[in-house]
């Protein structure tokens, strides 16, 4: 039974990030005056076709693992362009409109990810506190005399001189030890300063820094929160709070939680070259099924959050700039733009299968992750 809803929820997840990426490149392509020949969710042998009367043929394949935009393209061996129908191919468009379709695609996800945020803050979600617990000894936290029970309510970044005074207005509030995770995430992948507002539990109020130099280094298999000090208080759900916003409120709190996320998604991901970032945390389809299911089973705004996240990390992953992603072809611009000439055809598909071998190495190694975090005894 486990395993049916994880495949629902892991079918679910899928279809609704691929189609809101692709479509991201379908309206883009529409709206500059391409012709769109295919809007595709799948692969394999078509399930489900329907041709539109602009020429577009919608289709739904047997394999549901991705998909795909086919635009005319007069630099595609395969069509045959008529006259009439020059203006409309891709090539033919001039430089920022084709990135701006090519980019289009990873956008559509980081839109589709502040909106299920948004939807999330309006409707109210139940929040950890930012109370914390008495730091570990040799802590940075507990050097600074940060005491259990006190409660994170304000946050502000970056290094300062023990002479410069904290105003307390340029704080900015938080509401949650879920909120405050990402700032520390932010701080610690970013080696950036910050300075905390506290609140003990007899209601005083008092800011503590963190320099920069003082923060723990991000190492494979380490918890940077154990050596910096701040871990939450946990409580019974009792003790929880709503986080419940207007509109306006959750939009901006959304916009502000996708930036952090993509920030320290994309320094995480840089990480994996670096040595910083153990390899073993690279999730393929199975940890990602797993964890569709199981946030499913919680309730809709577990699963909704999880969408969320997921629409960053294919948003991330497609701006990585290797042949085969979004990211390679905006390379490709990058080239033209500079050198004032586009790399040749043949080139396109020697580096097109330098990208297919890489994308599948990482792909074989996500899912070896997978196989041994699932079958190990």
């Known amino acids: 039974m486990q395993a049916l809803i994880n495949l629902a929820a892991f079918l679910l997840t899928i279809g609704v990030l691929v189609s809101f990426h692709e479509f991201g490149h379908f309206f883009v392509a529409r709206c500059c005056g391409v012709k769109v020949l295919r809007f595709a969710l799948g692969f394999g042998k078509p399930l489900f076709t329907y041709h539109a009367k602009n020429g577009t043929e919608w289709v739904i394949g047997g394999i549901p693992m991705g998909g795909y935009v086919k635009l005319l393209d007069g630099r595609d061996e395969g069509q045959k362009i008529a006259p009439h129908e020059k203006t409309q191919s891709f090539d033919a468009k001039p430089l920022w409109q084709r990135s701006a379709i090519v980019a289009a695609g990873p956008l559509a996800n980081f839109v589709l990810a502040i909106i299920l945020f948004t939807v999330i803050y309006v409707s109210g979600v139940p929040q950890l506190p930012a109370r914390l617990q008495a730091p570990p000894e ?203 000439k586009r790399i040749t055809v043949s080139m396109q598909a020697r580096l097109q299968k330098v990208g297919l071998v890489l994308v599948l190495s990482f792909s074989l190694l996500a899912l070896f992750n997978d196989l041994q975090r699932y079958l190990s005894p």
Request: charged share 15%; aromatic share 8%; proline share 6%.
């Open 138 to 340: 040799h802590s940075v936290a507990a050097s600074l005399g940060i005491a259990v029970g006190d409660q994170v309510v304000g946050w502000k970044s970056g290094d300062r001189n023990e002479s410069q005074e904290i105003d307390a207005q340029a704080f900015i509030s938080i509401p949650s030890w879920n909120a405050l995770r990402w700032e520390l995430m932010d701080a610690l992948t970013g080696k950036q300063g910050f300075s905390l507002e506290l609140q003990s539990d007899t209601g005083g109020r008092y800011v503590k820094h963190f320099p920069a130099a003082e923060l723990p280094e991000m190492q494979p298999g380490l918890d940077p929160f154990q050596a910096l000090g701040i871990l939450p208080q946990l409580a019974p759900a009792s003790g929880w709070t709503e986080l419940k916003l207007t509109p306006l409120d959750a939009l901006e709190f959304a916009v502000h939680r996708v930036w952090l996320i993509g920030k320290v998604s994309a320094r995480l991901m840089v990480g994996l070259f670096t040595g910083s970032t153990s390899i073993k945390q690279l999730s393929g389809p199975l940890s990602i099924a797993d964890m569709a299911g199981k946030s499913a089973q919680i309730g809709w705004q577990p699963f909704v959050a999880f969408l969320a996240l997921m629409s960053i990390s294919i948003g991330l992953l497609n701006l990585v700039p290797l042949p085969m992603l979004d990211g390679g072809q905006l390379l490709y611009d990058a080239w033209e733009l500079v050198v004032g």
